[in-house]
């Protein structure tokens, strides 16, 4: 069937009717207009035909989200690579338009809306559509209109649209200003950038998108103003660096590198100047030192660079001539001050340095004054409590700086408040008092030194424990054995012998001596020839110490007794031998042994030397008694004949450890022989042949077979090769063989 066209009507093609009679019985069914859709783009049905039956459509329906897209989606596919300036842009122009009557608050027709007029390049009506979707759809969903507003006004060059509209986007997501603020920087808009930034790090609560933290956008503002000088005027850069500075402390060389390089990129370099010196005289860390140190250096060389360029061309003058010299001579006091400066800082990080403020005196080195300055500020500064290293020392240098200045009563001065000083040690107050009497005695005053090694040997009126550290240490110097020794010292060189006697029996009444002021003290006696008083020094320090450190106390006392009376007071002596050994440990038995027995040998009894040869062999250490029992077969065959030694060798062969013992068999069957006795040799060889394996000790063997061809026969030749074999056969079943092998 076929119907006429008019201007008002269309032709219906025969394969449209159930369709269309399916609409006409559905007008209002999406499915009914979707399945004629679909049938005319299935039969590829020319653009106009479908897109009048869309129009029917929406005419019909003017609410349907999805015949609107999928209209407008069409619409926008057939202007494809269209010129822009095709009537069919407009027409889709107006299809939206449409659209977004009844679906204004669809977001997505929106942005398809806003990206079609993009395309085609309409600035100011995208702009106005932007504007008009922001206004029509509800604020949650403005985060979806925002991304492609902000592409569209960045891709074009209207910076002043682009601030714009950049500030209504921050106003709504002020979590993305950081975004705003790079936009600013590529722009050259700096101060509205720094502003901005200086903004975000108040905010004590903005969390950056990109991970920065408030540390960060910090040094990004200061980097930021300090740099463009001429860009940012809105801000007081000054104040905000010097803000940082309080704030961070960990950063300031970085932020005085910063504020210093503000105002040399604004042309005032002598405030610049005056930054770096306020900069290296406030910071307390090397690292910052180091930073504006190299930055000060660098500056400092740039200006005497540009100087010389503009010399160069422009030719010199008298007053350009005088300028260059004061840059330079400026240079080279900075370079020159800068292990003084470095010194500054390393006491404003810790005061109490006592090593430092030596470093800074050596600093000075001639320079009186400065040195003297230096010496006050330490000694004020320091705390004893705090101090690294020993303060004394302080005290003490600054006396002797004004002793090699030929100022002596200065430095008594110096020395007198030193000694009231709360040390923390005693031994650094009796350190200050020793020098302050060498210095007196440097100066041959010596009656001045005596009087002050009497003060600070004085007994205090408040007594306490040497090692109490409640209490003042000028309460407990007095117990200083340093100060007593150099007492003692100047007494023998310049007192009398009861003054110095006095001196050594206080030591000893403080019971503060040692071993070696005891034999000082017995040394001092015997050379004015008290000798009893001598050996009564030595009895106290035996009393006072023990062992091991009495060895030497009755070592020396000993030998001074016997040299000096010999055997006239044998009695006495044995008794100190006694007194001495009751007590003495193995480790130190054995010279002690050894001289008891050679008194009773020169001046006693044979016997009573035997006795105390015998008592030897088991009170020294185990590896000493071999080289005893040697000395006892001597000194005893010596005296009573070698019959005598039978009774020792055996003992010792019980006594000694194998390898010793077995050597005294050897010498013990040599001796037996010397007498005739074969028999008795032949017994020991027997006796000591279970200590030896045949495999390890051959040369025991070696002798007692060269024994038994001389004097042995068949019979008893044969008894030794049975007893090497089975002894032989006892060390092999031994576990321990193969370790006494390795």
């Not at 201007?7 to 093609?13: D, E, N, P, Y």
């Not at 790090?201 to 910090?218: A, I, P, R, T």
């Not at 017995?522 to 035996?542: C, P, T, W």
Request: aromatic share 12%; glycine share 2%.
């Amino acid at each position: 069937v076929t119907m006429p066209v008019s201007k008002t009507s269309f032709a219906v093609a025969e394969s449209d009717l159930p369709f269309e009679e399916d609409i006409l019985r559905n007008p209002y069914s999406i499915k009914s207009w979707q399945r004629l859709i679909d049938h005319k783009l299935k039969s590829k049905a020319p653009k106009v035909a479908v897109n009048l039956v869309y129009e029917r459509a929406v005419r019909e329906l003017p609410g349907s989200y999805k015949l609107w897209y999928n209209y407008l989606k069409i619409r926008r596919t057939q202007v494809r690579r269209r010129c822009i300036t095709d009537l069919m842009f407009e027409e889709t122009n107006n299809a939206f338009e449409r659209a977004l009557v009844f679906l204004n608050k669809m977001p997505r027709i929106w942005l398809d809306y806003c990206q079609f007029l993009m395309d085609q390049r309409k600035i100011t009506r995208t702009r106005r559509t932007f504007d008009r979707a922001l206004a029509a759809l509800p604020i949650t969903q403005h985060n979806r209109i925002w991304p492609l507003y902000l592409k569209f006004v960045c891709s074009h060059s209207v910076q002043e649209t682009a601030i714009r509209v950049y500030r209504r986007y921050v106003k709504v997501m002020p979590e993305d200003a950081e975004m705003y603020i790079d936009y600013l920087k590529s722009i050259d808009r700096l101060d509205e950038a720094a502003t901005r930034l200086a903004e975000l790090v108040n905010q004590e609560d903005f969390v950056s998108k990109n991970g920065k933290s408030n540390h960060q956008l910090w040094h990004e503002l200061c980097d930021l103003i300090s740099q463009n000088p001429d860009k940012v005027k809105s801000l007081p850069v000054e104040a905000i660096i010097r803000g940082g500075l309080r704030r961070f402390s960990d950063q300031l060389g970085q932020l005085w590198c910063s504020l210093a390089d503000y105002f040399i990129r604004s042309a005032h370099f002598e405030k610049a100047r005056d930054i770096y010196e306020e900069a290296i005289q406030t910071v307390t860390t090397v690292r910052d030192f180091g930073q504006v140190f190299d930055a000060y250096a660098q500056f400092e060389e740039s200006m005497i660079s540009a100087k010389m360029e503009t010399i160069a061309e422009m030719g010199a003058t008298e007053e350009e001539d005088l300028d260059l010299e004061l840059r330079l001579a400026r240079f080279e006091h900075l370079m020159d001050r800068r292990p003084l400066l470095l010194n500054s800082v390393l006491l404003r990080q810790n005061p109490h340095n006592v090593h430092e403020w030596h470093k800074r005196v050596q600093l000075y080195e001639g320079k009186p004054k400065d040195i003297i300055g230096t010496y006050t500020e330490a000694v004020q500064t320091v705390d004893i409590k705090l101090a690294t290293g020993k303060p004394h020392t302080l005290w003490v240098s600054f006396a002797r700086f004004y002793e090699e200045n030929s100022q002596l009563p200065e430095t008594r001065i110096i020395f007198e408040k030193a000694v009231k000083v709360p040390y923390k040690n005693v031994d650094d107050l009796a350190t200050v008092w020793c020098e302050y009497s060498e210095m007196e005695l440097r100066h041959e005053n010596f009656d001045r030194a005596l009087q002050v090694i009497q003060r600070a040997t004085a007994m205090p009126a408040r007594k306490a424990a040497y090692h109490d550290d409640s209490e003042a240490v000028q309460n407990r110097v007095f117990r200083s054995l340093k100060l007593w020794l150099m007492y003692a010292d100047l007494e023998e060189s310049l007192g009398t012998f009861q003054s110095t006697k006095a001196v050594y029996q206080r030591i000893l009444d403080l019971r503060i001596a040692t071993p070696q002021l005891i034999m000082n003290y017995a040394i001092f006696l015997e050379e004015h020839n008290y000798f009893e008083e001598a050996f009564k020094a030595y009895e106290r320090g035996v009393a006072l110490f023990r062992w091991p450190h009495v060895y030497d106390i009755w070592n020396t006392y000993l030998t001074k007794f016997i040299s000096r009376y010999g055997g006239q007071k044998l009695e006495r002596i044995r008794d100190l031998f006694e007194q001495c050994l009751s007590t003495c440990p193995p480790n130190f038995a054995k010279p002690l042994y050894l001289l008891y027995a050679k008194v009773e040998e020169e001046h006693g009894l044979a016997r009573h030397a035997m006795a105390v040869y015998e008592r030897a062999t088991t009170a020294v250490k185990s590896e000493e008694q071999f080289e005893v029992f040697n000395i006892y077969i001597k000194r005893a065959s010596d005296a009573f004949g070698v019959v005598y030694t039978r009774q020792i060798y055996e003992k010792a062969i019980e006594q000694l450890k194998d390898d010793h013992a077995i050597e005294m068999c050897l010498r013990f069957a040599e001796l037996e022989q010397k007498l005739g006795e074969i028999d008795r040799a032949r017994a020991l060889y027997s006796y000591g042949s279970q200590m030896c394996d045949p495999r390890t000790k051959p040369s025991f063997w070696e002798v007692w077979h060269e024994f038994e061809v001389k004097h042995g026969n068949e019979d008893t030749f044969r008894e030794m090769l049975r007893i090497k074999r089975s002894i032989q056969a006892q060390f092999n079943t031994q576990v321990n063989y193969m370790c006494l092998l390795k």
